[in-house]
């Protein structure tokens, strides 16, 4: 039927869940996953150009969840069809500001699907319509909660794929003593692995405090600190960084440029951890250039996320350069892969190179 649309108007969006098993759950201080339970969004224009999209909703994180997801996505749907996928900041601050339950990881699928189906069809590869500063990143990976005897199993299977850096998730079960017995396991199975220790906003001032005087005890100093203390405790994370001197990462406290701001301004933090799942692409980019106007340094990272938005991130930041530190491990955690494409992964190197346009990743078979 001939249309008077334009090439890049939106003629359908489809919403599924994305159920993927994990290998073992991913523990963090504040719960687990046993399964990634997130939403696959497929969005095709009207010259026939499809672009894909992932929500990585994690409950123990901020809250949101797989049923949440869907129903912002469903709703939002018949509202987007004949909509100029190009719009894709403007589609994407318009879910974003919708009254209902949070939606950053929505927000984020939308967006994603949107921008994929531009660069499929224009033959331009995400990491360059992010600027193209460069196509590779370093990754570290993650010991999740659990015992000392499988955090040296976890370090150990890590060091032999070729990663150096270890991120381990701390304020888990067992308290202090767990996670000093759990750290120290980790160095004697993997002698001088960089260590960044993620507490996910799950440990109070005196706890925090406690860990740091028994690492400092045990001869150990972290690459990086990210987020001990509770997000709204901006004054807590100053004087945590003053008083160990350690550089410290902000993740739960920023989900926005108003919070990187107020962040950068209180001197909470060193780095901001840049998660495309807490607000969407557009939003990530304000809080990039807050971090850089105010002299922040900047890590990408991720909720438990396949390689569909693994590699999205992966572009996202090899394409904007700058990111000193990378956490794009979460695909290595899943059972297995329903996708074909994707970054590369060799040894520790994440390559983003090879994609020819939008972000190459594709579902296998009918997943929609």
Not at 126 to 155: K, P, Q, S
């Amino acid at each position: 039927m001939p249309t008077d649309r334009a090439p890049t108007s939106i003629r359908s969006v489809h919403v599924t869940p994305l159920d993927i098993p994990l290998v073992s759950p991913f523990g963090i201080s504040r719960g687990s996953l046993q399964a990634a339970n997130n939403v696959l969004v497929a969005v095709g224009l009207e010259d026939g150009s499809m672009g894909h999209g992932e929500a990585a909703p994690f409950p123990a994180y901020n809250g949101e969840t797989q049923a949440g997801a869907l129903a912002v996505l469903r709703d939002a749907a018949p509202a987007l069809v004949g909509r100029d996928a190009q719009d894709w900041r403007i589609l994407g601050a318009e879910l974003r500001a919708a009254p209902g339950p949070a939606r950053g990881s929505a927000v984020c699928a939308l967006e994603t699907a949107l921008l994929d189906a531009c660069g499929r069809r224009s033959g331009l590869p995400l990491w360059r319509h992010f600027g193209g500063v460069g196509t590779e990143l370093e990754t570290d990976m993650t010991v999740t909660t659990g015992t000392a005897r499988e955090a040296a199993e976890a370090a150990r299977a890590i060091r032999a794929r070729g990663i150096r850096s270890i991120k381990v998730k701390v304020g888990g079960p067992g308290g202090v003593e767990a996670d000093l017995e759990r750290i120290s396991a980790i160095l004697e199975a993997a002698p001088g692995s960089p260590l960044i220790l993620d507490g996910n906003a799950g440990i109070g001032r005196e706890e925090a405090g406690r860990l740091a005087r028994g690492l400092r005890e045990r001869g150990i100093t972290p690459a990086l600190v990210e987020q001990w203390l509770p997000r709204d405790d901006l004054e807590g994370m100053r004087a945590f960084r003053s008083e160990t001197g350690w550089k410290v990462a902000a993740d739960e406290s920023v989900s926005s440029a108003a919070d990187a701001l107020r962040v950068a301004r209180s001197g909470a933090a060193d780095v901001l951890n840049i998660k495309l799942m807490k607000a969407g692409l557009g939003e990530a980019l304000e809080v990039v250039s807050v971090a850089r106007r105010e002299g922040l340094g900047l890590m990408i990272g991720g909720n438990v996320e396949s390689i569909l938005a693994m590699t999205v991130s992966a572009c996202f930041a090899a394409g904007l350069g700058g990111f000193e530190f990378a956490d794009l491990d979460t695909p290595l955690f899943m059972a297995s892969n329903p996708f074909e494409g994707g970054y590369d992964l060799l040894g520790a190197r994440v390559s983003v190179a090879h994609l020819g346009a939008g972000h190459g990743v594709r579902p296998r078979g009918v997943l929609l």
